[in-house]
């Protein structure tokens, strides 16, 4: 028995690599020196790479697009992938032994769909410089760069369930590491959406386990090197930052209060104005303005997301528009979340366990067929 649950959670590592091939030798080294034994590795490649080393015995390399932003590369590397465990580990992120343990053990529970392991800093392994990201109502992604105390004591929360409302923290792992169910991620219509483009598809992306209620649980035992070069690259500032920060705030809107939201986001982009300033908050202003006047866009979203808190188990989404998870009847694991009035139910943190189980993947709310007379 403990060998057929083990087979129904193999594990794939998937590691984009968009354009920096000195930064992918780095994350190809360390994972080959602490790979695990029964786990397949993928390279994504948005650029030339020669394979100076000969490890395409070990490795299996998968052309995106020339170009092809990190959104585009994770895509096309899941899709490639066999494994129940998707794991994330962009070019210049680096694993450390025995990473991937702990937070493998965790998809013991049923109800887990995404971990989120801890990211350290190259120079201070003790120190933790990023536990994901989380979604501030009013439409900002805020990194996370603090483990939570429930989190580093064991201990677990409670917040009451608000009617009618998104009953989950929006919280998941950073783009660039993170374990998933594959039933979240691979399969057509359920990647990354690059609609708010490399920066924000993580906050795009945990907007809709929020939705359907998925496990995202932080595990302090699974460490990786951080990369260290996070900054926002110049492109996603002006005009491209204005656009997806709008398009990213009208996709979130499904089961939240819309006038709170507005008064919100009303504050982000004066925020948003300031940070821009001097030379870029004109052209940050024109692409919000701009992304705003596509509100019809955002439809499909929206109906996606209430399907997803309904508990349908498949939204039908136009193509290259959005990718929707399945629906599952699972709870959330918020530790990270700031904001209480979009809680909900119960807030835990689940402790590892020894056996390994299968994704849950169970509609709510579907009654059973019964016999015509």
């Known amino acids: 028995m403990p060998h057929v649950m083990k087979q129904l959670l ?27 034994d029964d786990c397949e590795v993928v390279v994504a490649l948005g650029c030339d790479y020669d394979d100076p080393w000969n490890i395409a015995e070990e490795v299996r390399f998968v052309r995106a697009p020339v170009g092809a932003g990190i959104v585009t590369c994770i ?10 465990i998707i794991h994330v580990l962009a070019a210049g992120w680096r694993a450390t032994p025995g990473w991937t343990d702990a937070a493998r053990a965790r998809f ?16 201070d392994a003790q120190r933790v410089v990023s536990v994901g990201i989380r979604y501030c109502r009013g439409g900002r992604r805020v990194p996370v760069t603090k483990l939570p105390a429930a989190v580093a004591s064991g201990g677990s929360l409670q917040r009451p369930a608000v009617s009618g409302r998104v009953r989950h923290p929006v919280v998941g792992p950073v783009l660039e590491a993170g374990f998933w169910r594959a039933s979240l991620v691979r399969g057509t219509g359920l990647g990354f959406s690059a609609v708010c483009g490399d920066r924000l598809a993580d ?11 998925t496990d995202v649980v932080v595990e302090p035992g699974s460490r990786v090197v951080a990369s260290g070069t996070d900054a926002v690259a110049p492109w996603e500032r002006g005009f491209r930052g204005g656009l997806h920060g709008e398009r990213l705030f009208w996709r979130s809107l499904a089961g939240r209060s819309l006038t709170v939201s507005l008064v919100a986001h009303g504050w982000e982009i004066v925020r ?8 870029r908050t004109v052209p940050m202003l024109l692409g919000r303005l701009l992304a705003a006047l596509q509100f019809g866009a955002y439809l499909p979203r929206y109906r996606q997301l209430v399907a997803l808190t ?25 530790e ?16 590892g366990r020894d056996g390994l189980g299968g994704p849950l993947r169970k509609p709510r709310g579907v009654e059973p067929l019964r016999k015509s007379a």
């Open 272 to 279: 948003h104005a300031v940070v821009s300033a001097p030379l």
């Open 10 to 36: 193999t594990l794939s590592i998937v590691i984009p690599a968009p354009s920096n091939t000195a930064a992918l030798e780095e994350t190809l080294l360390s994972v080959l020196e602490n790979r695990p």
């Open 336 to 351: 990270m979340a700031s904001d209480a009035s979009e809680a909900g139910r119960t807030i835990r943190l689940d402790e």
């Open 108 to 123: 013991a529970s049923p109800s887990t769909g995404v971990v989120t392991p801890l990211g350290i800093d190259a120079a």
């Open 75 to 84: 895509n096309a590397g899941i899709a490639e992938t066999e494994g129940e």
């Open 310 to 334: 309904a508990g349908t188990v498949s939204v039908e989404v136009p193509a290259g528009m959005d990718s929707a998870p399945p629906a599952t009847e699972l709870s959330v694991v918020p």
């Open 203 to 213: 906050a795009d992306k945990a907007l809709e386990l929020a939705a359907a209620g």
